[in-house]
């Protein structure tokens, strides 16, 4: 099970690299130190692995890294924000209900590891989850309260109301 700490850690780096032009590890390196995390070379190497950073050349024909949804196209940071403030804006974009059926649209790149911090709440009300690059979908038991639901997702999602 990945510590929260990881976890946190890995949200910071998404953050980071779709935020802002990196162009290597070091740069990486410090960045996420000015965030408080301190990691080693070795750490960050297996943290851009498992989360499929890459590497492609922006509008300038800088070669930064990007996140696996960013590889399609040309890479653009956006305007300079605390990771706070990245934070609140990345991540959970809405949830929908059909049937037995949960929708949540997420920022490019972050269903996966939404999906996990869901699927590790161990919530008797979800059979199951499927995450796509900016999709889950969630089956619920039959009978289950979409109220409950939004009530113990907020606890992952702050922005679930």
Do not use: C, W
Not at 22 to 34: C, H, S
Not at 115 to 120: G, L, P
Not at 140 to 149: D, I, V
């Amino acid at each position: 099970m990945q510590r929260p700490h990881k976890r946190q850690r890995l949200d910071a780096i998404k953050i980071i690299v779709s935020s802002r032009e990196i162009l290597n590890q070091e740069e990486l390196l410090q960045e996420l130190r000015k965030e408080g995390y301190a990691v080693t070379q070795a750490t960050l190497s297996r943290d851009l692995k498992t989360l499929k950073v890459a590497k492609a050349f922006n509008a300038n024909g800088r070669n930064v890294y990007v996140l696996p949804s960013e590889v399609q196209h040309q890479h653009q940071p956006a305007e300079s924000h605390s990771l706070q403030e990245m934070m609140d804006l990345a991540g959970f974009r809405s949830m929908d209900f059909s049937g037995n059926l949960v929708v949540i649209k997420t920022q490019p790149g972050y269903a996966a590891s939404l999906a996990y911090d869901i699927d590790n709440l161990g919530l008797s009300d979800i059979v199951g989850s499927v995450a796509g690059d900016d999709t889950i979908i969630l089956v619920l038991r039959e009978g289950s309260s979409r109220k409950n639901l939004r009530r113990t997702l907020g606890k992952v999602i702050s922005s679930v109301q």
